[in-house]
T-cell receptor
Framework: SQELEQSPQSLIVQEGKNLTINCTSSKTLYGLYWYKQKYGEGLIFLMM?????EEKSHEKITAKLDEKKQQSSLHITASQPSHAGIYLCGASPGTASKLTFGTGTRLQVTL | GAGVSQSPRYKVAKRGQDVALRCDPI?????LFWYQQALGQGPEFLTYFQNEAQLDKSGLPSDRFFAERPEGSVSTLKIQRTQQEDSAVYLC????????????FGQGTRLTVV
């Protein structure tokens, strides 16, 4: 079965600083999804990557999928308190629809 | 509604009690998923519906867990004879197509078994 490992597990950054979260898969990724979750709430979709080398950006968040499609990174530029939360990567294993998730990265942004 | 709606938001059940969790997906969404999220962990897949057909129930942890979506819209996850290890957040998600499209999640139902 596919496993996703996220690093770091938790991160505390000062407001205005940049940060990167990594997601590594044990198998080739057919679709890689990034979600954000605030405590006690559901997951908010951020981005989906499918092609090797693909990069997408939304506001100050950029996600990349490496050429071999086994690793993705999420980069936040000039972090703000609103970026705080848990970031989860999810992967669809082959042609299946269900997602396998990593254990998440907890981000805190200090003033 | 505009998003996926789950009810109740919180449920406290005594061990051995049966519970039913409801999910209202986004109107017109074909696919519906249930996930279980333990504290500090990522969501884990339970089951998947395409319209009214339950195509994958490989993630259901035991035969005490049962899910249905009789008319291809609202879905109910039922847990019989709840046990403490069932305590978790149960998340429902829906998507417009079968795969390779973003799934929209509800806010979840937090189940606590005492």
């Amino acid at each position: 079965s596919q496993e996703l490992e996220q690093s770091p597990q938790s991160l505390i950054v000062q407001e205005g600083k940049n940060l990167t979260i990594n997601c590594t898969s044990s198998k080739t990724l057919y679709g890689l999804y990034w979600y954000k979750q605030k405590y006690g709430e559901g997951l908010i979709f951020l981005m989906m990557l499918q092609k090797g080398g693909e990069e997408k950006s939304h506001e100050k968040i950029t996600a990349k999928l490496d050429e071999k499609k086994q690793q993705s990174s999420l980069h936040i530029t000039a972090s703000q308190p609103s970026h705080a939360g848990i970031y989860l990567c999810g992967a669809s294993p082959g042609t299946a629809s269900k997602l396998t998730f990593g254990t998440g990265t907890r981000l805190q942004v200090t003033l | 509604g505009a998003g996926v709606s789950q009810s109740p938001r919180y449920k406290v059940a005594k061990r051995g009690q049966d519970v039913a969790l409801r999910c209202d997906p986004i109107s017109g969404h074909v696919s519906l998923f249930w996930y279980q999220q333990a504290l500090g962990q990522g969501p884990e897949f339970l089951t998947y519906f395409q319209n009214e057909a339950q195509l994958d129930k490989s993630g259901l942890p035991s035969d005490r867990f049962f899910a249905e979506r009789p008319e291809g819209s609202v879905s109910t996850l039922k847990i019989q004879r709840t046990q403490q290890e069932d305590s978790a957040v149960y998340l429902c998600a829906s998507s417009a197509r079968q795969r390779n499209t973003e799934a929209f999640f509800g806010q979840g139902t937090r189940l606590t078994v005492v």
